[in-house]
């Protein structure tokens, strides 16, 4: 749904309602260019913060192997 900037400040409360109770979601134009888009809250829960990353990254080599790079500390 699309609706003029000047209408959604008039209706506003309306369409929050509208967007929560049917998830649809509004765009709003102004001089018929979209500027912004009302969309229904998804509450996807607290994340855990440990195990986020899991499945995200892959080991790919030896991580333990010198790379023969020399460092101050070794002299």
């Known amino acids: 749904m699309e609706i003029a900037a000047g ?5 506003c409360l309306g369409l929050m309602d509208k967007v ?4 649809q979601t509004v ?4 001089r ?3 500027i912004a888009k009302l969309v229904p809250f998804e509450d ?13 990254a892959s ?9 023969g790079e020399s460092w101050d500390a070794d002299a």
């Open 7 to 11: 209408e959604f400040k008039t209706h």
């Open 20 to 23: 929560q109770v049917h998830h």
């Open 27 to 30: 765009i709003i134009t102004k």
């Open 32 to 34: 018929g260019k979209p």
């Open 44 to 56: 996807e829960g607290a994340k855990p913060i440990f195990g986020f990353l899991k499945g995200h």
């Open 59 to 67: 080991i790919t080599g030896d991580l333990i192997a010198s790379t």
